[in-house]
């Protein structure tokens, strides 16, 4: 675990608002010098803790309206191979923005942005080879996709 002090954890919440943010400008909000932001920011990329940046997109201007989430019952088999193969699947899928192998009854959860239920049927066909799947169309996002604001965390436990 890398320990973060203040001043990287406020460089971090305000990159993950605004990844384009200009040094000169991170420096005036956490109280540095431009150089000194710079250096910060580039000794967190070294560390792997910024692993790159991104544009966030709207998927529903893009013609992509419906989000998913695809839980998946690996049920023909239980060899790590499968599992294997059901992940190059995902992979390979490219309306899947986020997957993950989970505890519990299911060996996945994936979540995979769509044209319409006629996509989202074509989508599902690739997982019916590996067993059953429960899917759910999300009406809305009361708390979306969100950056982790690492200066409120609950139970922090911070070093100087």
Avoid at 140 to 149: C, E, I
Wanted: hydrophobic content about 35%.
């Amino acid at each position: 675990m890398i320990e973060l002090d203040d001043i990287n954890r406020e460089i971090l919440d305000l990159l993950q608002q605004n990844g384009r943010m200009s040094y000169r400008e991170l420096g005036q909000r956490v109280g540095l010098t431009a150089p000194a932001v710079t250096e910060r920011v580039h000794k967190l990329q070294e560390l792997g803790v910024i692993k790159g940046f991104r544009a966030v997109l709207d998927y529903e201007a893009l013609g992509f309206p419906i989000l998913c989430v695809i839980r998946l019952n690996q049920t023909h088999g239980s060899s790590s191979l499968d599992l294997e193969d059901i992940d190059q699947t995902i992979a390979d899928i490219p309306e899947i923005i986020e997957a993950n192998r989970v505890t519990g009854s299911e060996s996945h959860v994936v979540r995979a942005r769509v044209r319409s239920t006629r996509h989202l049927e074509e989508l599902l066909q690739h997982f019916w080879p590996y067993g059953d799947s429960v899917t759910n169309i999300v009406t809305s996002s009361p708390v979306p996709r969100r950056p982790m604001h690492l200066g409120r965390t609950l139970g922090s436990e911070r070093s100087a």
